[in-house]
Structure formats: C-alpha cells, structure tokens
C-alpha cells in the first residue's frame, strides 16, 4: 500500500490528482471509487496516474473532458454503465468531487452539476482560508 495521504489518487511530474475531502471529511469520490469492480477501479486509477505523469493534453476525450465551467469529468465505463467522475482543476491540481453512473446518453442530470459545484466551493473556501492562515504568519 502507499504511504500517500487517503486524499491523493495520483502523484506525477506535472500534476496531482486528488479526492475532493469535504468540510465533515468525508470523500465521495474516494468512496465511489472504492465501491467500484476492482478491474473498473483499477482502469481509474490508471487514468489518473496517466493525467499526473503527463496532464490534460495526453487525454482524449473518451477519458477526459471539459462539461460545464470550471467542471471537468473523468470517463469509463463498468460493461455498458457510463461512470462519470467530475473534477476541477486548482493549480497542477485535478481535485475529484464524487462519482455517478451518466444515464444513457442523455446528458448529466442537473443535480450532479450542484453537487460537484458545491464540494467544489467548499475545497476553493478551505484553500483561501489556508491560504490567508499562511500569509498571516
């Protein structure tokens, strides 16, 4: 097992991939990955280590893409179930919120859109706090 901090996915030479940790600490897309089949988890956690060593522009648009604003999604597939993982950039910082199967081809359901908007604000409040904490010594 590693010895990197349950928050980090990926460590590589241009960026870091990181599970969002939510204001009651908790994970969801940590969670979410874990609950996966080990093969379709195993695919993830290939992609992210792939985005570390190389970043944003090695990836093709089957595994990674822009969606809405600031969010980004991580793609695979469990047999014909689409998963999406939706992520932000911050810094050489790729921070994934949670996890969700897309249903079919339509597009994402709105709240998916709110929730990774909304562990998105609380990661960006908790850096400026730290931030500011960090500044003022």
Known sequence: MSDQPKHIAAVGKLR???????DDETMPA????????KNVKER???LFGHMAQNGEGRLTDVMF??????IYTFKGKDNKI?????CFKLGNRWIITHG???PGKSKWPEEQFKLANEI????LVRERKASCNTKGR
Do not use: M, S, W
């Not at 940590?30 to 089949?37: A, H, V």
């Not at 893409?65 to 600031?70: A, L, Q, S, T, V």
């Open 44 to 46: 993830f956690l290939a």
């Open 16 to 22: 870091t991939v990181e599970y969002a940790v939510r």
């Open 65 to 70: 893409c822009r969606e809405r604003g600031e």
């Open 100 to 102: 969700f199967p897309k």
């Open 30 to 37: 940590r969670e979410y990955i874990d609950g996966l089949p």
């Open 82 to 86: 689409r998963l999406r993982l939706p």
């Open 120 to 123: 998105r604000e609380e990661v």
